[in-house]
């Protein structure tokens, strides 16, 4: 379970009950607890980049959710459900280091009852159906659960909407309260997992691959959808060999009776921005992530920017081992897509 250093809470998040709850409960743990008059968060002003990663990655604020329109969230969702802001995790290529790079801390909203009644309104536009929210768009939600029971909340409520569908994808274990929800099967969990030596070199502050792996074996025996996020997948000395016991280990530890649902497969290949290299080493300096131009492709994306990725030959290799190694997985399995 995550223990901030610091504690932030918005003067209006005091209005509602969890934030008044929370309050309390932070203080109750001796951690320092200041209140922000605004939402305005100055407390990384005037510091460098590492610094404010340091200090961030340590520090949860507490808010209330005031954008309350749902950005689209294109290919794995219609929207994004915007539960927590940031994660506590430290991934090197991380999106969110780019993406909120002047805020790496962590933010959770009290307002949560008005974020869900705000997807019921996207729900009964009848747009999509079933319309699908992506719960870990900007965050990795899991390990600020005890805290905010958000998902809990989301889950037990997608479980009454015959029309919609909630999912999200984390690298964290604290499972246990999601186990006996009423989640109605309409809840889809994913697992982002890679090799030891890609954990080890590059996902500090993350659990292990096979908590990771038995913390989905949970929440399949608990019904749920589940798919593995393999990303990202990194060419390295020995990655054949890597990929393959990483199968094997689901092979090993997940039930082996009748499951469900099929167990869905995502896999993505590394990519860089320009942009994303650039703050990467400015967090990392000795950073040891692959990210030399010269031995990628330069491809441009749907979304209008171009990114470095593995050459066609290697790419072509990454599908041919997953599908491979897949074959030999002793369940139904869906494989989604290996880019
Ligand atoms: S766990 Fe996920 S969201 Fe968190 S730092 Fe790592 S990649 Fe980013």
Redesign the pocket.
């Known amino acids: 379970m995550f223990k901030p250093k610091h504690v932030y809470i918005e003067k209006e998040a005091l209005d509602y009950t969890l934030g008044k709850e929370l309050k309390k409960q932070f203080e109750d743990m001796q951690i320092p607890v200041d209140i922000l008059e605004s939402n305005r968060v100055n407390f990384l002003r005037g510091k460098s980049v590492q610094e404010k990663y340091e200090i961030g990655k340590r520090v949860l604020v507490i808010g209330v959710r005031r954008t309350l329109e749902f950005q689209s969230c294109k290919p794995s969702a219609h929207y994004q459900l915007p539960l927590v802001t940031g ?5 090197e ?5 780019t993406n909120l790079k002047d805020k790496p801390f962590t933010r959770i909203y009290v307002n949560i009852d008005d974020i869900l009644k705000k997807a019921k309104r996207y729900i009964q536009t009848g747009k999509f159906r079933p319309t699908i929210f992506e719960g ?1 768009a900007t ?2 939600p899991i390990p600020v659960e005890p805290y905010t029971h958000a998902l809990a909340k989301s889950i037990e409520y997608f479980g009454k909407q015959p029309d919609a569908r909630l999912r999200f ?4 274990t604290d499972v246990d309260d999601l186990l006996y929800l009423k989640h109605n099967e309409k809840t889809e969990i994913r697992f ?1 997992i890679n090799t030891d030596t890609v954990i080890e070199s590059f ?1 500090h ?2 659990p292990r691959v096979k908590q990771r792996i038995e913390a989905a074996r949970k929440v399949i025996k608990a019904g749920y959808p589940v798919g593995f996020l393999i990303a990202p997948v990194f060419i390295y000395p020995n990655w054949k060999e890597d990929y393959l016991m990483l199968i094997k280990m689901l092979k090993n530890y997940l039930p082996n009776e009748e499951l469900k649902h099929p167990i869905t497969f995502e896999i993505i290949s590394h990519r860089f921005t320009p942009t994303a290299k650039n703050h990467i080493l400015q967090v990392f300096e000795e950073s040891k992530l692959p990210m030399d131009e010269s031995e990628r492709t330069y491809k441009y994306g749907q979304f209008g920017y171009g990114k470095y990725v593995y050459s066609k030959e290697v790419i072509a290799e990454i599908k041919e081992l997953f599908e491979f190694g897949l074959k030999h997985l002793p369940f139904p399995y869906e494989i989604k897509y290996i880019i």
């Open positions: 994660c506590i995790g430290k991934c290529y991380c999106y969110l280091n870990s965050s990795d994808v984390t690298k964290f982002s996902e502050g993350t």
